[in-house]
């Protein structure tokens, strides 16, 4: 029997040169009210690595009171940001290029509102002898670390340094003359709840281990957390952002009534490592389509293109997979290749002809915008509006 979404699909996009990517619009909309519903209308910090799309961001952050800023990845991407009209950039990750934090710092001379994330004197140090040029007094927020440490597990990633309010306590100690920063926020990202699956197919009793220790962990570092704001409450600090989590964590995290800002990124196009969550399932938004040119056999189609693997520990699941139309198998010898991909179709509920498009889902959500000029956005069956990704603006960030 055919599949009425998948002929959508391929009768809207009739005409564009594969491959392609594509946005569904309607989808792409029920994830917008799922995450603002999930996050109970509260303030959401937009991960742009997961988006990659200047028109997309702008677009979320105009359109929904909810979305009060951006967390970028890049310096130069944070530049690109701002001269797209994008403001209160909270720049994610720690940077030690001296030319990018003088940009940086001239941008906020001028008014930009950026924050630098920071977890160790160094960054600092380096963040104050710019500031101090512009005589003023950079942003900045600290990174606390979120992992939990278990008998025999380590659950969470490796990033900040600072492990607990007595890292942040020596840490502050070290910076109380440094007049060009200011303190302005702590951010903490929980990676063991926010990314990581607790309803992967086939995983049996590892989903119910991951789910325990998940638990245990919201419960620590929550109290890590607030020890850590408390000190600096009671320091004086006004934190203006304190912020945590990502798609995976909404509710965990926002449970912690002192957090004032969530980031979310992955959950608007909801790549497919977003389908093994227990407690929500956002919808397909994203996907490409890549075009069957061979039939090397009558169970076997074979389409250009197609390997887009995901960043990350090496795996089968951060291989992309067929989307549509359904019952199509990627093959264990070959995967998702570099020119070619070659699909079961014995179980194919549609009878694909050379010419035909396959669509896929990435891994990961912003990773695929770096393959591909535009995004083609599917308003209705009529409209496709099309935007540039980064990489179609000439920008390689990362
Ligand atoms: C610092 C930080 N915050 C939040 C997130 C959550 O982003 P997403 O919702 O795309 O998973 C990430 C993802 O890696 C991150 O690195």
Redesign the pocket.
Known sequence: MSNPLYNRYKNATLGLEMPFLLLDKLLFDKNIEAIIHRAKGRPIRI?S??IRCNALIKSLLDQHKEFIGV?S?SALETLFLLENEIDNILL??PITNKEHIKLLCNKIARGARITFMVDCIEHIRLIQEQAKLYDIKAPICI?IDMSSKFPFIYFGVY?SSVKGVDDLKHLINQISNFDNISIEGI?G?E?QI??LGDNIAGAGLMNSIIRFLKKKSIKEIAQRRKACIDFLQAKGFELKII?G????SIESTFDESYINEI?????FFSSHL?DNYKNFKHESALMYAIECTRKPTDNIITCTGGGYVASGAVGLNKQAIPHLPQGLTLLKDEGTGEVQTPFDISECVENLQLGDPIFMRHSK??EVCERFNKIHILVDEKNILSVNTYRGNGKCFM
């Open positions: 991960a690595k997961s967390m990845y994610g990750y990174d990033r951010m990202y990676a926010a990314g912020n989590g990502g798609t995976g980031t979310v990124g992955s959950g977003f959500a912003g």
